[in-house]
Nanobody, 124 residues
Framework: QVQLAESGGGLVQAGGSLRLSCATS????????MSWFRQGPGKEREFVAT????????AYSDSVRGRFHISRENTENAVYLQMNSLEVEDTATYSC?????????????????WGRGTQVTVSS
């Protein structure tokens, strides 16, 4: 049974940092591209960042590029999202997702596995 579990969310002031983790089990982790998506209050889910199976190819949304950093550790079957210079607009539930095959433009519907999400709240 495949499981993805996010952790690391919380309440932080604008300008602060958080590091999200996504622990996975039940899949051949290195075969999957991993991504982070987020959904803010009253907003549609949006892509945040993605990384290919080897960790060598990365892409970010325009809204987080330069502030967020995605990484993965295949020996630990985990993917991370380091979030710096957080803004109130970053407030959302952040979810990790797994996709067989890297495609930075792949829609959320093509991701096979999803975690339940972790809440990030940025206060002004």
């Amino acid at each position: 049974q495949v499981q993805l579990a996010e952790s690391g969310g919380g309440l932080v002031q604008a300008g602060g940092s958080l590091r999200l983790s996504c622990a996975t089990s039940g899949l051949t982790f290195s075969n999957f591209a991993m991504s982070w998506f987020r959904q803010g209050p009253g907003k549609e889910r949006e892509f945040v960042a993605t990384i290919d199976g080897s960790g060598g190819i990365i892409a970010y949304s325009d809204s987080v590029r330069g502030r967020f950093h995605i990484s993965r550790e295949n020996t630990e079957n985990a993917v991370y999202l380091q979030m710096n210079s957080l803004e109130v607009e970053d407030t959302a539930t952040y979810s990790c997702a797994a996709r067989y095959g890297y495609d930075s433009r792949a829609p959320a519907s093509t991701y096979r596995y999803w975690g339940r999400g972790t809440q990030v709240t940025v206060s002004s």
